[in-house]
């Protein structure tokens, strides 16, 4: 590292976890969870892009697939290729579960972008910084679709286009308050590329169709805010019945949910589900749920997490001290 270069401080990373399509709206729509990945940058002298868990342990994935660092290089590659990049090290706390469909990946991608735009500030004051526009629109286009990245670092319920060379175009809302949800959270993975292999490549004129109006329905939901109206919006032909087959070990919990009662959908390619109801009746029903999902998954011989979340309005959190 340059000496003329300024000293960087520790930089502590709060990213939440993300739930994208929610039903319809593949690859536009996603919201943030209050589950989070966390991450704490020094940037030592004898720094090379060591990371490790918070306990200084060795991390569940091979150094290539650090998103983090590619996220974190890409960004200097893009907006100040001529700079030496300050090099750091890194401790994770990783509460969200790795290929779970709840934005792992999304998580590590905001993380290091973020990163790299605060080191940009700091220790590259001289250049130009990028406006918000152009950083939400390197963010967005990052993995191809902005269903997670744009959430987790926004916060909130997100819908947002960016394809085709077009401009970001997003709008943000609070999730209402008056709809509880639950997460359940089965101990297998899905690969969201090998989950994408299996979604046909041409659709029926009528499902697509379908999910049009289904993002109407969402739309209409976040205005009046009725249950009525989410468990329409929820329903889905584009990607659902693709990855929730007879063969899931979700299909029988999903066929046994009481439409009355409950509206689900596929948190990103699952395999964890997001479980809707409304507020009043959450604790009464809770148990509903959690005997059924005892049930069905103790005749699979599958472990599981459930609990009940809330969505997470802040985003990204950023601390240097």
């Not at 009043?280 to 749920?289: E, F, G, Q, R």
Request: aromatic fraction near 12%; include cysteine; proline fraction near 7%.
């Amino acid at each position: 590292m340059p000496k003329s270069m300024p000293s960087i401080p520790k930089i502590t990373i709060k990213v939440p976890g993300t739930s994208a399509n929610l039903g319809p709206g593949f690859d536009l729509m996603g919201m943030a969870l209050k589950i989070y990945n966390q991450f704490e940058f020094q940037f030592p002298s004898q720094a090379n892009f060591q990371s490790t868990n918070h306990k200084g342990e060795s991390l569940p994935f091979a150094p290539e697939d650090d998103l983090v660092q590619v996220a974190y290089q890409s960004y200097f590659r893009a907006f100040l290729p001529e700079v030496e990049i300050p090099k750091y090290v890194c401790k994770m706390w990783i509460g969200l579960p790795l290929k779970g469909g709840l934005g792992s990946s999304a998580s590590a991608i905001v993380a290091g972008l973020s990163l790299a735009r605060r080191v940009h500030t700091l220790a590259f004051s001289n250049e130009r910084q990028i406006t918000d526009s152009e950083f939400l629109q390197f963010l967005a286009e990052w993995e191809g679709h902005p269903d997670n990245t744009l959430p987790a670092y926004l916060g909130g319920f997100v819908f947002a286009t960016s394809c085709q060379g077009e401009p970001l175009r997003y709008f943000r809302k609070k999730f209402p308050a008056s709809i509880a949800l639950f997460l359940l959270t089965p101990e297998y993975t899905v690969s969201t590329e090998e989950s994408r292999k299996t979604l046909p490549g041409l659709y029926p004129t009528k499902d697509v169709i379908f999910n049009l109006s289904r993002l109407g329905s969402w739309l209409y939901f976040l205005e009046k805010r009725r249950f009525s109206d989410l468990k329409n919006a929820l329903q889905d032909k584009l990607h659902t019945p693709y990855r929730i087959t007879e063969s899931s070990p979700l299909f029988q919990i999903t066929e046994k949910l009481d439409p009355h009662k409950f509206g689900h959908c596929l948190s990103g390619s699952g395999p964890s589900l997001l479980i809707f109801t409304e507020r009043k009746n959450a604790d009464k029903y809770k148990s509903i749920l959690e005997n059924l999902i005892a049930e069905e998954f103790k005749k699979q011989n599958i472990p599981y997490q459930f609990k009940r979340i809330q969505t997470d309005h802040l985003g990204t959190i950023i601390k240097q001290s």
